[in-house]
């Protein structure tokens, strides 16, 4: 048998005895649940408080995850030749330097061969988010460059007509054209 808080054979007596007393109850139990949530509240709002904040803006590099992460946010802008801004639109080389300058404060070169000869070769290692993927789409290791974004998947501004969008690294016209993924920010 479960246990209350009153008996409910000793509620019943009480009733008999004094017919206002369920009034008087029903008011009892209603005055203890408003002290209790004034306690708890009290309790809360007098939870001392941090001297000051850690100074964020201090924080002048990102994270790779962070460049990826800003990458996917421009998926769907257009495609246009020598474009850098949202508002134009982007060319591949020009989606990394806003990229890389706006997530990790880190200006680049303007154009895929010049991006290409900074940073760190990853070699075999498998790229991180945020890691440059370099494509051969004209003759040339890097003719075409891309953000990883990690799980085989990247950011790219493709070509004429088209917008930034994120694809499969596996699919076999990027697996085919695929020559090395560079590292120019630090973990």
Not at 91 to 120: F, W
Request: charged content about 20%.
């Amino acid at each position: 048998m479960q246990q209350t808080l009153f008996n409910q054979a000793w509620l019943k007596k009480a009733r008999k005895f004094s017919p206002s007393f369920s009034l008087r109850f029903e008011q009892s139990k209603r005055s203890l649940l408003i002290f209790a949530s004034c306690s708890i509240l009290t309790a809360c709002a007098s939870l001392p408080r941090f001297s000051s904040l850690p100074d964020f803006d201090k924080e002048v590099s990102a994270g790779l995850e962070d460049i990826s992460i800003a990458a996917i946010g421009l998926v769907g802008v257009p495609y246009r030749y020598g474009g850098n801004t949202p508002k134009s639109g982007f060319d591949c080389s020009g989606l990394i330097g806003y990229v890389y300058k706006n997530a990790a404060n880190k200006q680049m070169p303007r154009t895929t061969d010049e991006i290409g000869k900074i940073g760190q070769s990853l070699g075999n290692q498998t790229p991180a988010p945020g890691d440059l993927v370099f494509f051969n789409t004209q003759g040339g290791p890097h003719s075409h460059v891309g953000i990883y974004v990690g799980k085989g998947r990247f950011v790219h501004a493709p070509s004429k007509g088209g917008t930034v969008r994120l694809e499969k690294i596996t699919s076999s016209y990027w697996s085919s054209r695929y020559t090395e993924a560079r590292r120019v920010v630090q973990r």
